[in-house]
């Protein structure tokens, strides 16, 4: 699931516009109200609640998907 503030320039900028269009046309969309700031659209909107706190780890609204991590089974691989 795409989750898109409108405001927000990086989606639209994005390759994927090009490559993967059709990915883009069913996002879901919530403003957050910073018209031409963007930087405040891409740095800020998704971390406020109020604009997108219903939503869960898989985007979908009022979803009860969880994404949980056992720092106890964490592996790192040196490259």
Excluded: C, Q
Excluded at 57 to 73: I, K, M, P, Q, Y
Aim: hydrophobic share 40%; net charge negative.
């Amino acid at each position: 699931m795409r989750l898109e503030d409108p405001d927000d320039v990086v989606p639209k900028l994005s390759m994927a516009m090009f490559t993967a269009r059709a990915d883009y046309t069913g996002a879901t969309k919530r403003t957050a109200g910073y018209g031409v700031d963007k930087s405040g659209a891409h740095n800020i909107s998704y971390k406020r609640t109020d604009v997108w706190g219903a939503f869960d780890a898989l985007g979908t609204e009022n979803g009860g998907a969880v994404l949980r991590l056992n720092l106890a089974s964490l592996v790192t691989l040196d490259i």
